[in-house]
């Protein structure tokens, strides 16, 4: 699981760069969502990777 968060972070600093914020919007993303299946995070970074 770790290394599947660390890979979502990646993804999203390669697709925002500076636009990238992770204490807030990817944390968000991932944190908050709590005990979910991966996909769930993917999916919503993937949404905010397409609304920016």
């Not at 770790?2 to 968000?28: M, P």
């Amino acid at each position: 699981m770790h290394n599947e968060i660390n890979r979502l972070r990646k993804t999203t600093q390669g697709a925002l760069g500076a636009r990238h914020d992770l204490r807030r919007r990817y944390s968000d993303a991932v944190v908050k969502t709590g005990a979910v299946p991966m996909t769930v995070p993917e999916q919503q970074i993937d949404a905010r990777i397409a609304a920016a």
